[in-house]
């Protein structure tokens, strides 16, 4: 009886707020008869995702796997680059100011260049996924292989560990929250980014991701339809996240570090 | 400030032991800071040795020195007659217990206490054997298992005593060990570390705030100047050993204790230096 009631009290309130919201909204647009086009009803919206489910899921599916693939080369690749980094003072000076600075730059405008480069597939769309997410784990990872406690580094000292054993021992699995913290940052990028890289390049007609779902229903101005393919997105990000977090606080625990 | 040494009257047995450290003229320079300028310091084996003095006058300077850890700027160091960086590998086994536990979290208790010969390239068998050992000379043997962060404070400190032990070092440095622990479980791990001490006569160096802890300890105090380091005073402490908690109680103790606080105050006192912390 107490974990229900304990429930209610943790679902109750934003339940409450989702459908008063819906309430007003559904209010305004009959009251200030707005045009459908420019903002439909919650039933629109809910009619047309029921109507285009399939359509619905198949593109957040394609959708999901581009940002998963881009996740994935990002995390590699930026584990290798920040490897390479922690390993090389050389090559931290000479690049990595220019790791930070990269991140500034607006996946929006590169994501016609992706597409020109490697044309109007999946391909391109993993790849401005894995370039959006990549410097999260860059720069996390690079600080974490670097940030070794320096008492910690003594003791490996003191017991006359190499070079190599200090790597394997002591820096690589102290740099695992880093990595952790990264790649959850990296997670949410990289749907954000598969989607921009949609809007641009789509797959054609017959197969669109929500990126290009969207392009498409804003431009035939079918806007509960559009509507229903940003829900879409949005559960997708959330399931990115969600997933995100349970691995990210299961390799915490297994790792015993309290978790920030 | 007296210069040089004060001996005291109490006499320790056991001072023809070979030298196992040897530092003479020693100066360390962190930039424009002199940490030390002429530390001059002799401990023979099977000594065990406590550093008092005021904050930051330079008593981690001298394990890190000792051990291998840091260069100096002048001065001649001999760990078993060698650099001791050099001595660490090849002549005497050195472990080193830090102020705070410095135990891997994604290790478990056993895992860590065994690091020192994962390091030295021992066998899994034997090092599993060894950690359990160690653990159990400490009390820990029932929390092989566990992880650093379901240990207390005084568990950790425990394991990470454990894992100096490990290895059977020669040279044991400690860096106030017990600082963080309440007053009852620091008595009770000084008492625990010196039957260790007894049962295997390595050579110990040991860093305090605590006077009474080192007197419980040692068989010689010495006692720093402030910045830059120098030995003003030095106590040979006769008590008779085996020692137990009851000893604290003893006017002897209490003298020594007293004598001891008396030459660090007599240290500390006129030019109190500008950037120095109170103790
Ligand atoms: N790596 C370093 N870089 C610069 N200065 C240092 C460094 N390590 C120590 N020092 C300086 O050298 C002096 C002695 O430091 P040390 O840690 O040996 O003091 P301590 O006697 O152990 O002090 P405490 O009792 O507070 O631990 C301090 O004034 C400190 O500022
Ligand atoms: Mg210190």
Redesign the pocket.
């Given at each position: 009886m107490k974990t229900v009631a304990r429930y209610a009290a943790a679902v109750g309130p934003p339940i409450t707020f989702l459908v008063l919201t819906l309430i007003l909204w559904d209010a305004a647009v009959v009251l200030t008869g707005v045009e459908r086009y420019l903002m439909p009803r919650p039933a629109d919206v809910w009619q047309a995702a029921r109507e285009h489910a399939l359509t619905l899921l198949r593109a957040a599916v394609l959708t999901g796997s581009a940002a998963l693939c881009g996740l994935c080369a990002s995390i590699l690749l930026g584990t290798i680059v920040a490897f390479a980094f922690s390993q090389s003072r050389w090559l931290r000076r000479s690049m990595y100011p220019y790791a930070i600075f990269l991140q500034t730059v607006p996946i929006v405008g590169i994501a016609p260049l992706v597409i020109s480069w490697f044309g109007t597939g999946f391909a391109s769309i993993v790849v401005i996924a894995a370039v959006i997410s990549l410097f999260p784990v860059v720069t996390n990872v690079t600080t974490g292989l670097l940030a070794v406690d320096r008492t910690l580094a003594e003791l490996f000292a003191v017991y006359n560990a190499t070079r190599r054993q200090t790597l394997l021992k002591l820096r690589l699995p102290a740099a695992v929250p880093y990595l952790v913290a990264g790649a959850k940052t990296s997670c949410g990028l990289s749907v954000i980014g598969a989607i921009v890289g949609e809007m641009f390049a789509g797959y054609g007609a017959a197969m669109p991701g929500l990126g290009a779902l969207i392009a498409q229903t804003h431009g035939r101005l079918e806007t509960a339809y559009l509507f229903a393919a940003i829900l879409a997105s949005t559960l997708l990000g959330v399931l990115f996240f969600s997933v995100a977090s349970l691995a990210a606080g299961t390799i915490l625990a297994r790792w015993h570090v309290e978790t920030r | 400030m007296q210069p040089g040494t004060a001996a005291c009257a109490d006499r320790a047995e056991g001072t023809d032991a070979p030298l196992l450290v040897e530092a003479s003229g020693i100066q360390v320079q962190?930039?424009p800071?002199w940490?030390m300028r002429d530390l001059n310091l002799q401990i023979r084996r099977g000594e065990f040795v406590s550093l008092v003095?005021p904050?930051?006058?330079?008593?981690?300077?001298v394990l890190r020195l000792l051990a291998g850890l840091l260069p100096r700027t002048a001065g001649e160091i001999r760990v078993a007659g060698a650099e001791p960086s050099v001595a660490r590998r090849h002549q005497v086994r050195v472990s080193f217990v830090f102020q705070d536990a410095t135990l891997l979290p994604w290790r478990s208790v056993a895992a860590n206490v065994s690091l020192p010969l994962e390091l030295a390239g021992v066998s899994r068998e034997e090092r599993a054997c060894r950690a359990l050992e160690a653990l159990t000379r400490v009390g820990l043997a029932d929390f092989a298992r566990y992880y650093p962060q379901q240990l207390s404070g005084g568990m950790r400190m425990r394991a990470a005593l454990a894992r100096a032990l490990c290895n059977s070092p020669e040279l044991l440095l400690l860096d106030?060990p017990f600082a963080a622990l309440d007053d009852l479980t620091r008595r009770q791990l000084n008492e625990e570390l010196l039957a260790l001490w007894l049962r295997d006569r390595w050579t110990g160096v040991f860093?305090t705030?605590n006077i009474a802890e080192a007197v419980f300890l040692s068989t010689r105090v010495l006692v720093l100047t402030p910045?830059p380091a120098r030995v003003a005073a030095e106590f040979h402490i006769g008590l008779p050993l085996p020692r137990s908690d009851e000893l604290r109680g003893e006017p002897e103790f209490a003298r020594l204790v007293g004598a001891v606080s008396r030459a660090l105050r007599a240290c500390v006192q006129p030019p109190y230096g500008s950037d120095q912390r109170p103790t």
């Open positions: - | 962190f930039g800071l940490a003095g904050s930051g006058c330079g008593k981690s300077t106030e860093v705030h910045r």
